[in-house]
């Protein structure tokens, strides 16, 4: 059974430079009837950082490590 991802997303802007966090995180557990087989209970984590610059002329600078 996999269980839907609990996202979270945290911004922060000043002028013209914005911030952000990403995250996310989704259980899994499978089970089976097979005799020797071990239920796996797994958690898969994503987290990344990005930011947006402005730059003059209506330029963006932006990065996003995930």
């Known amino acids: 059974m996999c269980h839907p991802a609990l996202p979270l997303r945290l911004n922060y802007r000043y002028k013209s430079v914005n911030l952000g966090l990403t995250g ?5 557990h499978q089970a089976s009837t097979l005799e020797g087989y071990a239920s796996p209970n ?25």
């Not at 996310?24 to 899994?28: C, F, G, L, S």
């Open 24 to 28: 996310a995180a989704t259980y899994n």
């Open 42 to 66: 797994t958690w898969n984590v994503r987290y990344g950082l990005h930011a947006v610059v402005d730059l003059p002329w209506r330029l963006q600078l932006s990065s996003d490590l995930t």
